[in-house]
């Protein structure tokens, strides 16, 4: 069981930058990555990046360029890193972990991109 809370969402204009946060705690020994998913209203929840605690990354075209995941050296802490935000990066925002016997989530945090 890995309980994860996440922070730092809020309001930001078009073309500004947000950082998230993900705090994890419980059983995170067997974590193998960390990432990020967002759901925009109205759509249904999608991938956006992944950061391995091995140190790859992989991110959603829509996001190359823009945004970054990070682990801290604990390695119980994820970011997202999220600059030149647009409208369409509006959404909840949840951070996941993933393991070999599956994953957990966060309960999200808004992150809102006013035009």
């Known amino acids: 069981q890995v309980r994860l809370v996440e922070s730092g969402g809020g309001l930001v204009q078009a073309g500004g930058s947000l950082r998230l946060s993900c705090a994890a705690s419980?059983?995170?020994?067997?974590?193998?990555?960390m990432g990020w998913y967002r759901q925009a209203p109205g759509k249904q929840r999608e991938w956006v990046g992944t950061?391995?605690?091995?140190?790859?990354?992989n991110y959603a075209d829509s996001v190359k360029g823009r945004f970054a995941i990070s682990i801290n050296n604990v390695g119980n802490t994820v970011y997202l890193q999220m600059n030149s935000l647009k409208p369409e990066d509006t959404a909840v925002y949840y951070c996941?972990?993933?393991?070999?016997?599956?994953?957990?989530w966060g309960q999200g945090i808004q992150v809102t991109v006013s035009s």
């Open positions: 996941a972990t993933f393991s070999s016997v599956g994953g957990s």
């Open positions: 950061r391995t605690t091995a140190g790859g990354t």
């Open positions: 419980g059983s995170i020994l067997d974590i193998k990555a």
